[in-house]
């Protein structure tokens, strides 16, 4: 029963970073994005939940974003979310996006920002 508990917490901790991640640039303090990628960098389902929540947020990137992602990284539109979501937990877990680039991908104000974030990050 606790092993399933921490396994949850675990999840729910990744999806808030992944969250943080798509809303404008306000929603984290640098303490909690600092939390969240040593999270990523010791916990494997930490990281699988934050993909897996970067993956559905990804998704909901507009077709015309996604598809030029898709052309400019010569990748299919069906692997766009999860190359780019694979490409973002490895750049914050290996501190190739920083608090301060994350704050300034997400300081415009549009949430749906995981695309551009994978791109600065990469």
Request: hydrophobic share 35%.
């Amino acid at each position: 029963m606790r092993k399933s508990d921490d396994r949850l917490h675990m999840i729910r901790s990744a999806a808030l970073i992944v969250i943080g991640l798509s809303v404008a640039g306000c929603g984290m303090s640098r303490e909690s994005y600092e939390v969240g990628q040593a999270q990523m960098r010791s916990s494997p389902a930490f990281r699988q939940g934050a993909m897996e929540t970067c993956i559905n947020d990804a998704d909901r990137a507009p077709a015309e974003e996604r598809k030029r992602f898709a052309a400019r990284h010569r990748i299919p539109t069906r692997d766009v979310s999860r190359t780019a979501c694979r490409r973002l937990v490895n750049a914050i877990a290996q501190n190739r996006l920083t608090y301060e680039k994350y704050r300034e991908v997400f300081s415009s104000g549009d949430g749906s920002k995981v695309l551009q974030a994978a791109e600065a990050a990469y």
